[in-house]
């Protein structure tokens, strides 16, 4: 049985250990370091997993410097994900969509990127039941974390999307992009238009609204408009329940948090350095065990 004290980092690190890491600025309250060592422990795979900080202007060193010293892979984390694509040896196709990369591959001559920000949020709708087959959706921001959720809706066969940004420029091009990719009815509002758009909607919220310092704080304020929506999707992990969802959930939509997307935008990442595909039984015991250490 897997126990909690299993889920401490073990310290038997030797010479064989593969070693991995997030790049990032800051990376001090990154949950992956917690998150994929737990994966190693609970999978007994003989590998460990840093956090790395990297200065402004240092991001090419480190790559290189990672590549030399035979790190196996990193996770990209903030301000990195579109700058690290200049340095990288190939990019996974859905990656190139999303515009921007968060896993990189250890590989002879430097490292592949990929993007599993998009899958992890597809997985998290899966574990929840929820299809985005022929439906509506609203995406509220037009930021990268709005752009990879786009994709994803589009990929998986949304009807059309309704994007909602305060710069409307910005959803503009983001909805430019999508139609290059696919076809699909795109639609550009202001925050404040939020009553042009139908019912029954599912609802990803991707702005920053809602955490840090605007925790008491939602994108849209109006109660009638989270009437709209049968879905609330928060991109936000903490808080756990942001203002949007309780507002959503207050007006009888079905919520979801970011845990769901994190946990599983690791996995994937760990399943692409392994070359391993997880089963149910294991993404369930996982997920306990995380969601149990998660310290929020
Ligand atoms: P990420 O890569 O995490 O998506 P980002 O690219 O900085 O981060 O995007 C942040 C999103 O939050 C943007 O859509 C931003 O709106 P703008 O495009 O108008 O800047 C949105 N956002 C941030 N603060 C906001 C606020 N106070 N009100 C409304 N939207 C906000």
């Keep these: 049985m897997f126990t909690k004290d299993q889920v401490k980092i073990n310290n038997l690190i030797s010479g064989t250990t593969k070693v991995y890491g997030i790049i990032g600025n800051p990376v001090t309250f990154s949950l992956s370091p917690m998150i994929q060592n737990t994966l190693s422990s609970f999978l007994e ?20 410097g990672g590549h030399a010293l035979n790190i196996q892979g990193f996770n990209v984390t903030h ?4 700058d690290v694509m200049g340095h990288l040896t190939y990019i996974d196709p859905l990656a190139k969509q999303i515009g921007a990369v968060n896993t990189l591959k250890y590989e002879g001559k430097g490292y592949s990127g990929y993007n599993t920000d998009a899958d992890g949020l597809y997985t998290s709708l899966k574990q929840n039941n929820i299809s985005l087959e022929d439906k509506e959706i609203i995406v509220l921001g037009a930021g990268g974390a709005a752009r990879a959720t786009l994709m994803m809706a589009a990929k998986y ?26 076809n699909i009815n795109v639609e550009v509002l202001p925050l404040d238009e939020w009553h042009k ?3 029954d909607c599912i609802c990803f919220q991707t702005t920053s609204v809602g955490m840090g310092k605007s925790k008491d704080k939602a994108p849209i304020d109006h109660d009638d408009f989270y009437k709209k929506i049968s879905v609330a999707i928060d991109l936000i992990y903490n808080p756990f329940e942001t203002l949007f969802l309780k507002k959503a959930k207050r007006q009888g939509s079905y919520t979801i948090n970011g845990l769901g997307m994190l946990l599983y935008q690791a996995i994937k990442a760990y399943e692409i350095w392994n070359n391993i595909e997880l089963t149910d039984s294991q993404l369930r015991q996982i997920e306990d065990t995380i969601e149990r250490n998660i310290p929020i």
Excluded: C, H, M, W
């Design 197 to 199: 758009l139908p019912g």
């Design 157 to 182: 066969g949304a009807r059309s999307i309704y994007i909602l940004n305060r710069t409307l420029d910005k959803a503009d091009l983001l909805a430019i992009e999508v139609k290059k990719y696919y």
């Design 45 to 64: 795979i003989d590998s460990i997993y840093l956090p790395f900080p990297v200065e402004d202007g240092r991001l090419s060193n480190a790559i290189r």
């Design 79 to 82: 301000p990195y994900k579109q």
